[in-house]
């Protein structure tokens, strides 16, 4: 990652590590807050929270969300794309 900035009382990589959960409203009402206050302050992790979020909307929206026959797959490439966001972090 090219820059690792604190805001908010956590780090970008923090931010980007806990995305998914915090797109499906799966982090702690304080968790969530700091996320929303990192978010909000840093430019960087906002654009790549709205790309992902959008990402992940349109999966969702064509249908290939899990169908409740495959939760396996949908978890493989949820952790897939988690561990894509870790590893490459905000330009």
């Known amino acids: ?3 690792e900035r604190e805001i908010a009382g956590i780090r970008c990589g923090e931010v980007l590590a806990e995305l998914s959960d915090y797109l499906d409203g799966e982090l702690a009402p304080e968790r969530r807050a700091q996320v ?3 978010l909000q302050g840093c430019d960087v992790c906002e654009r790549f929270g ?3 979020s959008a990402a992940l909307r349109a999966i969702r929206q064509s249908g290939l969300g899990p169908t409740g026959d ?3 797959v949908y978890e493989r490439l949820r952790a897939r794309l988690d561990r ?6 905000p330009d």
């Open 70 to 72: 495959e939760p396996a």
């Open 36 to 38: 929303d206050g990192h």
């Open 50 to 52: 709205s790309g992902f």
């Open 1 to 3: 990652m090219a820059i």
């Open 84 to 89: 894509a966001v870790r590893e490459r972090g």
